[in-house]
């Protein structure tokens, strides 16, 4: 059975950092896209930034690149999230998200397949 395992998530005060990880459970994540997404209060699902074995990263959208870093850990299965210069409009529940053949430009657009529970991330003062 395939497990996402989100830890990390907190409340933040604006321009501070935030490292989420992600554990798989049950799969091995050679042929998977792995990475998160977010639902933010009134904009509904955002993809946020994807990982693959095949085709690399990518963060999904301009307003966080150069402040979120995808990366991996295969001998731990898990991914992580590291997010610096946080504003208030980070603030959502971010989800992990994997799926296998597929590339990390379709899973920022339609993050389908397995999904953890959700970490909450607050930016505030």
């Known amino acids: 059975q395939v497990q996402l395992v989100e830890s990390g998530g907190g409340l933040v005060q604006p321009g501070g950092s935030l490292r989420l990880s992600c554990e798989a459970t049950?799969?091995?994540?050679?042929?998977?896209?792995i990475g998160w997404f977010r639902q933010v209060p009134g904009k509904g699902r955002e993809g946020v930034s994807f990982?693959?074995?095949?085709?690399?990263?990518?963060v999904c959208a301009d307003s966080m690149k150069g402040r979120f870093t995808i990366s991996r850990d295969n001998a731990k299965n898990t991914v992580y999230l590291e997010m610096n210069s946080l504003k208030p409009e980070d603030t959502g529940v971010y989800y992990c998200?994997?799926?296998?053949?597929?590339?990390?430009?379709?899973?920022?657009?339609?993050?389908?397949?397995?999904w953890g529970q959700g970490t909450q991330v607050i930016v505030s003062s």
């Open positions: 049950g799969v091995t994540l050679d042929n998977y896209a």
């Open positions: 998200a994997a799926r296998a053949w597929t590339t990390v430009q379709t899973m920022c657009i339609n993050p389908v397949g397995y």
């Open positions: 990982i693959s074995s095949s085709d690399g990263s990518t």
